[in-house]
């Protein structure tokens, strides 16, 4: 593969100012563009150590306006990533719309390092590609135009470029004896850096290789690419683009899903194999209450000593009790281990990115607590229904949410999905007593009555969401709660058995 590239490539010092001017214009020009635009812009800069990374992302810096661009170098994980998945940190550093993202050492440096010395196995290492795949693909679907490239030096020209570095005070302390190991594996670098490029090239996110052996002709490659590929995205997104239909339901086999198929459809829709019949009386609730309060407790203090998190979703029609249950959850929790996240339509800064970065900036770390009242399931329902997001944005969002999830999973996270079902006789009389109680009747809005005029919409989109994102490791809960009593002694038995076998 690196055979290809051109080699000995060199541009000239006239050359090099001839152009400099009228590109660093144009480049500021495209900038200001892209401000305007509905779109971030994420440049990743991998390869050869000594092939010109860091200079290429100060130049970028220093030619365009350094305000609006977000620069980043990752290393290995800090204990504070470490306590929350592994995407975790790139998510939440990702630009907003109308704005650059420099990447050095992104993504693609901790597999292929690891991969190098041997400290990842070869199925763990495809399916750290895979994700890597999939985290590009959900930005590029979103809008987000991906420019990736590869820095090359053969391993000569590698040495010559680290003894230089090495030679020169203000530069010396780029180069330590870990750029001398990796340039001893310089072959098997170059091996695994071939495989992490084939597997990762795509359409939405394609790799350029680069000749990094010339400064200034490394500097107009990279530079001038960047400008027309923002040009180019910006004029294609202005233009108007054809409708695409969402994918279909299935048997979770849709190219480039998450780590977790959801379930097959199945011959009854979810929601109607829900008992609404359920009940229980006063006198057994008040006797079971404080028991599961007692167990839930003891439970929670064990996650917290093994640094255990844990994710609960909580969905369901309105009026369906939420609130209440989250109520008798917390109070059998240390108010400083929780935090309760009711969601709403998303402000500006939210809006200017990805649906799922507010949610992964909430995401707990080792130990805590975190508590949706509504959630990102938001995306296939009332965005799907309202009209707020369209049929290709709320169809490709099963995807990413089985992927979102799978990752808080993996991470050792808890993570449960409650769904508070009751009919719309019930609904229609908890809306009339809210109505008629003084200390409720701020629950109620008009959009709650104009919302049950929907309900058959709102039920076919629940059935589907259910269907295509319960998956083994994060199923849904479907909880009868027509008596409320008995829907918060369920919500907290079936918490409870979930954190024992977590907890082993």
């Not at 780029?174 to 750029?179: P, S």
């Not at 690419?225 to 294609?236: K, M, S």
């Not at 959850?329 to 970065?357: G, K, M």
């Not at 269907?467 to 907290?492: E, I, Y």
Request: aromatic share 10%; glycine share 6%; charged share 35%.
């Amino acid at each position: 593969m690196f055979d290809q590239i051109e080699r000995g490539n060199a541009v000239g010092k006239r050359e090099f100012n001839a152009v400099a001017s009228e590109l660093r214009t144009s480049l500021i020009l495209t900038q200001q563009e892209l401000r305007k635009a509905d779109c971030p812009v994420l440049i990743i800069f991998g390869g050869v150590d000594g092939a010109g990374k860091s200079e290429l992302a100060g130049l970028l810096n220093e030619w365009m306006d350094p305000r609006w661009i977000v620069t980043r170098a990752y290393g290995p994980r800090t204990r504070r990533e470490k306590t929350r998945p592994e995407f975790w940190r790139y998510w939440v550093d990702i630009p907003p719309k109308g704005q650059i993202g420099v990447y050095l050492s992104a993504w693609y440096s901790q597999p292929l390092v690891d991969r190098v010395y041997g400290r990842l196995k070869k199925r763990r290492f495809e399916l750290d590609l895979s994700r890597i795949k999939e985290f590009e693909r959900c930005l590029a679907d979103d809008g987000a135009l991906i420019l990736k490239f590869w820095m090359h030096l053969d391993k000569g020209q590698q040495k010559r470029r680290l003894r230089k570095l090495e030679k020169q005070p203000e530069q010396h302390w780029k180069v330590d004896e870990q750029d001398w190991r990796n340039w001893e594996n310089y072959d098997r670098f170059i091996e695994v850096a071939e495989r992490i490029i084939e597997q990762t090239d795509a359409p939405y996110a394609p790799w350029r290789l680069v000749d990094g052996g010339d400064a200034r002709y490394r500097s107009l490659v990279v530079l001038r690419t960047v400008r027309e590929a923002i040009g180019d995205h910006l004029a294609r997104r202005a233009r108007p683009q054809p409708a695409v239909q969402p994918p279909a339901a299935g048997n979770g086999a849709e190219n480039g899903g998450g780590a977790a198929a959801y379930r097959g459809p199945t011959s009854r829709p979810p929601l109607a194999r829900v008992d609404l019949g359920a009940s229980v009386d006063k006198p057994e609730y008040n006797e079971k209450l404080p028991n599961l309060r007692r167990r839930l407790n003891e439970l929670y203090r064990r996650a917290k000593d093994r640094e255990m998190a844990s994710v609960l979703v909580f969905e369901g029609w309105d009026a369906a009790g939420k609130g209440g249950t989250i109520r008798r959850i917390t109070a059998a929790l240390d108010a400083r281990d929780y935090r309760i996240y009711p969601v709403a339509a998303p402000n500006d800064l939210e809006n200017s990115h990805h649906y799922l970065w507010r949610f992964w900036q909430r995401i707990p770390r080792d130990g805590k607590f975190a508590i949706f009242d509504r959630s990102w399931y938001g995306r296939v329902m009332v965005e799907r229904v309202e009209g707020f997001a369209s049929e290709a944005e709320w169809g490709r969002a099963f995807r990413e949410i089985r992927e979102f999830e799978d990752q808080i999973v993996g991470h050792g996270t808890l993570l449960m999905k409650f769904w508070l079902h009751i009919d719309p006789d019930e609904q229609a009389r908890r809306f009339q007593s809210r109505a008629e109680t003084p200390y409720k009747n701020w629950k109620l809005t008009d959009e709650d009555w104009r919302n049950r005029d929907r309900w058959r919409e709102y039920e076919a989109a629940v059935n589907e969401m259910v269907t295509r994102t319960s998956t083994a490791a994060a199923p849904w809960q479907l909880v009868p709660f027509n008596d409320k009593r008995h829907g918060r002694l369920d919500v907290l038995t079936r918490l409870c058995e979930a954190m024992e076998r977590k907890l082993g």
